[in-house]
């Protein structure tokens, strides 16, 4: 893995690919050891979890489905501090065992949000899973991911979907930006 530059940053490897999907695939047999039999409705977070939710629904080992929504905060690399409505939810969820899957779970507030727009509509179960995970940026106490793929500090992280300004999604590594490294 080389560095990488958008936008005159320099951005070093940090997660490689191999890691990810290897984490992935533990992630997809603790999901199927617990909703065997039940059909879980992963939900994923568009644009930048469409990698991992795709990846994770492939590694669930009994029947689920998937279906796509948009909640955005994010613009460049600071958080806006705005959280937007939730697009695209066509599926009935009453009575459904819900997973919410995220790219990063960064002050929480996008989940916060999500988190109660989805109880709302009466899931028989609601879960979390995220691929990134900053503890140390957490705001909303109520936000507790039940999968997490790597919690990691305080940094800005791009690549398996996370963009610069929409950049660098399609890296299947993950990198982080120099000058924090
Ligand atoms: P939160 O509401 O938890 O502060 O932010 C969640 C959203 O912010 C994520 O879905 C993601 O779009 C964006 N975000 C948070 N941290 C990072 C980061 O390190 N890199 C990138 N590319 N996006 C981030």
Redesign the pocket.
Same mark, same amino acid.
């Given at each position: 893995m080389k560095q990488k530059c958008y936008k005159g940053l320099n951005f070093i490897p940090y997660i490689g690919s191999d890691r990810i999907q290897a984490r992935v695939r533990e992630l997809g047999g603790q999901i199927t050891a617990r909703y065997e039999g039940r059909n879980p409705l992963l939900i994923c977070?568009l644009n930048?979890a469409a990698p991992f939710a795709l990846d994770l629904f492939r590694a669930i080992d009994t029947d689920a489905e998937i279906s796509f929504v948009r909640l #955005? #905060?994010?613009e460049g690399m600071e #958080?806006s501090g705005k959280?937007k409505q939730l697009l695209g939810l066509t599926e009935q969820i009453e009575g459904r065992d819900v997973i919410v899957v995220?790219?990063?779970?960064?002050?929480?507030?996008?989940?916060h949000k999500l988190l109660g727009d989805l109880g709302a509509m009466k899931p028989a179960s609601l879960a979390v899973a995220t691929l990134l995970f900053?503890p140390d940026?957490l705001q909303c106490p109520d936000v507790a991911p039940d999968y997490v793929g790597f919690e990691i500090p305080v940094?800005?992280?791009?690549g398996y979907g996370?963009?610069?300004d929409g950049m660098a999604r399609n890296l299947p590594d993950i990198y982080v930006l120099a000058d924090e490294a």
């Open positions: 977070v930048g #955005s #905060s994010y #958080s959280v995220e790219d990063i779970i960064d002050t929480g507030r996008t989940m900053k940026a940094r800005f992280i791009i996370l963009d610069i």
